[in-house]
């Protein structure tokens, strides 16, 4: 396991190129996720507020 | 009201494919990375810092790929004045802005241990360089000019010009005999890379495509929400 | 449509065309004008080099060319600013567009007159600058030559960064973010045919490619700030 982790003294380059890797690509989505699903709330919160209103 | 277009046929489309989508992001991407990390040979020069090719090498044809999505969607943009275009082409713009950084950073830091310089002023890494800031140029237009429309068109128009840094990126290897070394699976004559390597790497890059248009869906939905709110606010004001 | 349908250029448009590049020729030289303060411009940035590195002949030498270019370089970014500016905020860019010189005659006429009344210049001014800088004799000719052919790309381009940005408040700072990336080509084979001249080796594989980005600046760099004018002053 050690070994695994250590690459071969290149280590800290691959896991980093991984880790950043993953990183961001977990992070742009679920960000967009969470803000279209936020924005979202937005309109329909708006739009019951307009059907109230008449 | 062609301009707000009702984006229904898109969601549609957007939910029969999303499914799809995910599965074969996450097929890809974990039986990728299974082989790029315990079953594919260290590379008789590199050793196991080769591994880093398979989060590298896709990411630059993402940042590639991306830029000529987001160049057909300016194209048809300002061509047909497609409304959806300009939205298409501002939703893809952060995923290829993103891809581009990872493929500039993983490539520091494969080069650090290969090349001794996380950094060389060769054609490749400089072309590369120029499309990441195209990105953000085509981006900040977007945010500096406050009508929506204009906004998205201008910005049409800088990444149609940028296109031309998408040839010096692809042939650049070939023009500046410098570090960076030339392409091994895309070419005419078949990828010269050992088929150990060539399955991880393809593996990766299918499910980069995918996770693609994973993310692409999400921004397009944001978008098309920011779009909804800001018409609703016009017409509050409008008619209140 | 918003493909652009170039409108063939008659004869008298060719006076009013001439008329432009005159006018603003003449105000980039007047009292104040654009022009004398990028020529003052490159003079003191580049004359900063000396003291920011230390004045060895040999340091001053070696990053010579690579100075002269990147500083001529944003001298034409400072200049652009107003390229289109100044007559889209005081409502004379919309007649000089309705007149027959059109969309297409307004943006050759600015790009010329810019070219000939600023990057020019700097051109000329170069080989002095050269001089302080103690560039290798070797280089003088191919630094005016590399300049005279990848001058016009530097005002091509620039049109278009300054046309797009037009229409904002403080366009300046986004233009250099448009328009800095788009130069790179254009500074990479101007210096190498420098450097190549300096070491002895060949030049003109480097000017020709330059000549090339010139060339498609012209093609691109005009559509691309028409396209950019007309979207504006919708």
């Given at each position: 396991m050690t070994e695994f982790l250590n690459m071969g003294g290149y280590g800290a380059f691959v896991w980093t190129a991984y880790g950043l890797s993953a990183i961001s690509l977990v992070t742009l989505v679920l960000r967009s996720r969470a803000r279209a699903n936020a924005v979202l709330l937005q309109v329909d919160a708006m739009r019951r507020r307009r059907k109230e209103e008449g | 009201m062609h301009r707000f277009a009702n984006p229904a046929q898109f969601n549609r489309l957007a939910d029969s494919v999303m499914p799809w989508a995910f599965s074969v992001m996450v097929l890809t991407l974990a039986s990728g990375l299974y082989f790029a990390l315990f079953d594919s040979p260290a590379d008789y020069q590199q050793g196991e810092s080769v591994r880093i090719m398979y989060m590298h090498v896709p990411a630059a044809w993402m940042g590639m790929f991306v830029y000529m999505v987001m160049a057909v969607a300016s194209f048809t943009a300002l061509v047909w004045r497609h409304p959806l275009a300009l939205i298409a082409g501002k939703a893809a713009a952060p995923i290829g802005a993103m891809f581009?950084?990872?493929?500039?950073?993983?490539?520091?830091?494969?080069?650090?241990?290969?090349?001794?310089?996380?950094?060389?002023?060769?054609?490749?890494?400089?072309?590369?360089?120029?499309?990441?800031?195209?990105?953000?140029?085509?981006?900040?237009?977007?945010?500096a000019v406050e009508d929506d429309e204009k906004a998205g068109r201008a910005a049409s128009i800088l990444?149609?010009?940028?296109?031309?840094?998408?040839?010096?990126?692809?042939?650049?290897?070939?023009?500046?005999?410098?570090?960076?070394?030339?392409?091994?699976?895309?070419?005419?004559?078949?990828?010269?890379?050992?088929s150990d390597m060539l399955w991880p790497l393809l593996l990766v890059a299918v499910g980069y495509q995918a996770y693609f248009v994973v993310a692409f869906i999400w921004r397009m939905r944001l978008e098309i929400n920011l779009r909804k709110l800001s018409v609703m606010r016009m017409n509050e004001v409008a008619g209140g | 449509m918003v493909m652009t349908h170039l409108p063939k250029i008659n004869v008298s448009s060719a006076g009013a065309f001439w008329a432009l590049v005159r006018r603003d020729v003449h105000l980039a030289w007047a009292q104040g004008g654009a022009s004398t303060l990028t020529i003052g411009f490159f003079l003191i940035a580049?004359?900063?080099?000396?003291?920011?590195?230390?004045?060895?002949?040999?340091?001053?030498?070696?990053?010579?060319?690579?100075?002269?270019?990147?500083?001529?370089?944003?001298?034409?970014?400072?200049?652009?600013?107003?390229?289109?500016?100044?007559?889209?905020?005081?409502?004379?860019?919309?007649?000089?567009?309705?007149?027959?010189?059109?969309?297409?005659?307004?943006?050759?006429?600015?790009?010329?007159?810019?070219?000939?009344?600023?990057?020019?210049?700097?051109?000329?001014?170069?080989?002095?600058?050269?001089?302080?800088?103690?560039?290798?004799?070797?280089?003088?000719?191919?630094?005016?030559?590399?300049?005279?052919?990848?001058?016009?790309?530097?005002?091509?381009?620039?049109?278009?960064?300054?046309?797009?940005?037009?229409?904002?408040?403080?366009?300046?700072?986004?233009?250099?973010?448009?328009?800095?990336?788009?130069?790179?080509?254009?500074?990479?084979?101007?210096?190498?045919?420098?450097?190549?001249?300096?070491?002895?080796?060949?030049?003109?594989?480097?000017?020709?490619?330059?000549?090339?980005?010139?060339?498609?600046?012209?093609?691109?760099?005009?559509?691309?700030?028409?396209?950019?004018?007309?979207?504006?002053?919708?």
């Open positions: - | 581009t950084a990872l493929a500039l950073i993983t490539g520091a830091l494969w080069g650090k241990p290969m090349w001794g310089t996380y950094w060389v002023w060769d054609g490749r890494l400089t072309s590369v360089l120029v499309q990441f800031f195209l990105y953000l140029g085509y981006m900040a237009l977007w945010q990444a149609l010009v940028g296109v031309v840094n998408i040839p010096i990126i692809k042939f650049s290897v070939d023009w500046w005999n410098t570090l960076h070394q030339p392409a091994s699976v895309m070419r005419l004559d078949g990828p010269t890379i050992h | 580049v004359s900063l080099f000396p003291f920011g590195v230390g004045p060895e002949p040999q340091v001053l030498a070696r990053i010579a060319p690579g100075v002269l270019w990147v500083i001529a370089l944003l001298a034409c970014v400072i200049s652009l600013d107003r390229l289109y500016q100044a007559d889209f905020e005081d409502g004379s860019l919309d007649d000089l567009v309705l007149s027959p010189v059109g969309f297409l005659g307004v943006v050759c006429a600015k790009v010329l007159a810019h070219w000939l009344s600023t990057t020019l210049p700097l051109a000329v001014l170069a080989p002095f600058l050269g001089v302080m800088m103690n560039l290798n004799a070797d280089g003088f000719v191919v630094l005016i030559v590399s300049l005279l052919i990848g001058t016009p790309a530097l005002s091509l381009i620039g049109s278009v960064g300054a046309a797009l940005t037009v229409a904002v408040r403080r366009g300046g700072v986004l233009m250099s973010l448009i328009v800095l990336p788009l130069y790179v080509p254009t500074l990479i084979f101007g210096v190498g045919a420098v450097d190549a001249a300096v070491n002895l080796v060949d030049p003109l594989p480097h000017l020709a490619l330059l000549g090339a980005v010139s060339l498609m600046a012209i093609v691109a760099g005009i559509w691309a700030s028409v396209m950019a004018l007309k979207l504006a002053m919708e």
